[in-house]
Structure formats: C-alpha cells, structure tokens
C-alpha cells in the first residue's frame, strides 16, 4: 500500500505535485518569476477558471496581458487549462492545498 505524505512547504508541493496537477505546479512555479504588482500567468490561470472570483471575491489580473503572456507563458497556460478541463477537482484540491501552505508559511 502506497502511503503520501502531505507536503510541509510550498517547494515540497512543487517538487511533488498531485496527480493530475503538475501542469497547474508548474505554471505556479513558473509564475513566481513575474513581479506580482505586474501581473502573473498563474492570475489569468485562476480568473479564467473562475477560482479568484470565487475564492477572493475579484479577479486577479488587471494588467497588460502583452506584458506577462510571451510564448512560454501561453504554453505554461494552455497546459494548465487544458489539465483544469479534464480534472477540475484534482486542480481545486491542488489549489486549495496551495493556498493553505502559503498561508502558514506567512505566519511562521
């Protein structure tokens, strides 16, 4: 019987994605290179499927889309997208998971 254990950081998450969530790690990892205030990948990624209005009450994203989505970017999103679609549920638990150890990673 395999057991998983539950990652204690976000890199651990990273490194070790779920299931049907590796294509949504890596254009969350990917993301971390932008400067927030400009926008990220990983913030159309989550206004396009709904979770930021959903879990945050507004989108996300309010930039420049020329200034974030180059070709690798469109890559990174259309992977993400397309990994949404076919297993939404892992994605939303792969997210929620996400959020929760960024988190606790702020109040340590």
Known sequence: METTTQPQ???????????????????AEWSL????????????FLDLIGYS?????TKLFGGDLSKV???????YLGDAL?????HPYAVGQFLAMMFDLEANEGNK
Not at 33 to 44: E, L, M, V
């Open 53 to 57: 209005s959903e879990h945050f009450g």
């Open 9 to 27: 950081t976000i890199w651990e998450l990273f490194e070790n994605p779920p299931k049907f969530t590796e294509e949504t790690s890596a254009l």
């Open 82 to 86: 397309k990994e949404y679609a076919e």
């Open 33 to 44: 290179n932008y400067d927030i205030k400009t926008g990220t990948p990983f913030q159309i």
């Open 69 to 75: 989505l180059g070709f690798m970017e469109l890559d």
